[in-house]
């Protein structure tokens, strides 16, 4: 077998957080919804069955969650961050794609989820 993609993934996390550009949603606080695609060369692991030839899904999510815990006025600036980090984190990821979404966003219309996208590679 040749694998020619392998990516782990991780889809809707919900983590309430501070972040917006008014004083007031850093300071009330809402739901944020990420969805993350990391692209990981882990053919060792498949054969294996070792973790040590992955990245953990689970520590993935250690990195979003403290990065989300910081309050910022722009989620360009939060998604950036996380990205960051999980490349310095994580040697074997060699792309991400990462949205994350504001529910009900303060914009005085009726909208489910805002947000942005991002793919970086090392």
Do not use: W
């Amino acid at each position: 077998m040749q694998i020619t993609k392998s990516i782990i993934t991780l889809q809707q996390l919900r983590i309430y957080a501070y972040h917006g550009v008014d004083p007031q949603e850093r300071l009330v606080g809402a739901h944020f919804y990420l969805d993350l695609q990391a692209d990981v060369n882990f053919r060792d692991a498949i054969l294996t069955d070792d973790l040590s030839n992955t990245v953990s899904y689970a520590d993935i999510v250690k990195v979003i969650t403290n990065e989300m815990a910081i309050p910022s006025r722009l989620l360009e600036h939060v998604g950036g961050r996380i990205a960051n980090s999980l490349f310095e984190k994580f040697p074997l990821i060699n792309k991400i794609t990462l949205s994350l979404c504001k529910e009900s966003p303060p914009m005085g219309v009726d909208c489910p989820q805002a947000g942005i996208t991002i793919e970086a590679v090392r």
